[in-house]
């Protein structure tokens, strides 16, 4: 993985969103610390479109659970769920700094968040950035079980739905791997960003198929 040093000037959505479309993304060290760095990862996670599965017994639980999708409707909830320390993580990298750019990004449409509800409470969810027709999926995270799950497989129907070619995960966890993600090497990922940036995905063309 390649890896800068803090910067010190400041850190601007238009800022990010070049640094995504140049295969970059910045991180922290933990909530705490207000440096930003970049990263480059030399193998960078992908989830490709056509290869996401899910196990039977997996959809036929999800669809028993009860839980509901929705959409863009709590960038708090979301945001404050990804960064949360719990069982299955024990430090955060989202930091003050990245909580309000992205922010502001989710206000002007450029990040998004796919969120799992059980009733009225959150229970799941996941944000990213939506650039040309390539999706950057930040972090997710979920408080019952398989509700991170069942919030990226609408995320990658709603993709498909809108023509995106590209969901980029950064990192291959096993949770991932299991259900379909890979890692490729830093020149194929930024040929397949490049690709993706001459296209045009729509997030809401979901909705419009219903």
Known sequence: MTRTSPFDIELTPELVIRAYCAGIFPMAEDAGDEDVFWVSPDMRGILPLEGFHLSASLRKAMRKSGFSIRVDSDWEGVVEGCASVGKDRASTWINGTIRAVYGELFARGVVH?????????????????????????????????????????????????????????????????????????????????????EKRGEWSAWEQRQ
């Open 113 to 197: 968040t796919v969120e799992v509800w059980d009733g009225a409470e959150l229970v799941g969810g996941l944000y990213g950035l939506a650039i040309g027709a390539a999706f950057f999926g930040e972090s997710m995270f979920h408080r019952r079980t398989n509700a991170s799950k069942m919030a990226l497989a609408h995320l990658v129907e709603r993709l498909r739905a809108g023509g995106f070619v590209l969901l980029d995960t950064q990192f291959i966890t096993p949770h991932l791997a299991s259900l379909g993600g890979i890692e490729i090497p830093r020149e194929a990922y930024e040929e397949r960003l490049a690709a993706a940036l």
